[in-house]
């Protein structure tokens, strides 16, 4: 299904609570809020969303509830170990950019071992799965990550404090996952309804 990130005023986006992407009904108004005696004009909107009738609650352009808002649906076939992180760092993203990057830069580690790799150091990993079958493109989209982050970075980490990165990297491990665990299962999973005689025929083929 096409994930639309949730955005301040958008129609419609993927919707935090119940995944579907939905139409939301919104209601924003602006307030005048009291930081250290300045007046500050902001942004308080809720959407309900069309499909759940369950609401989100937004401060300027970032969504405070729930609060794993602006991350994608963690992939269905997300290993336990790996969920966790990505979780944890759905809810603080908001709050800390930088601490979300260092979770989930934890959660492509932990993702890479758990594919039989060695999780110390991630260019090498993504670089040993693209020839175990991930697409090169995915390998390509994190040295985008790794580049674009801080420059100070040293190889196979990511330090940054930009949201857009931070939702790359939710991204980048969701593809991960599709690519190396969910597709294979439901390949392997067509291949073995098939009745064995044709199972049979694929083998002698495959021997010639
Ligand atoms: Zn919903």
Redesign the pocket.
Known sequence: MKYIQPKLNEKSFT?P??G?L?KQEWHARSMDFYHNGLSQYDILGSAK?Q??N?YSIWIKDKMFYPENGNAPFPNTEMPESVKTLYLEAASIQNKSPRGAAALLRLAIQILCKELGEQGDNINNDIKSLVKKGLPEIVQQSLDVVRVTGNDAVHPGQIDTDSQEIVNQLFELINVIIEYMIALPKKVSGIYLNLPSSKIDGIKKRDTY
């Open positions: 919707c609570h119940c579907v939905a969303c499909h759940c369950e």
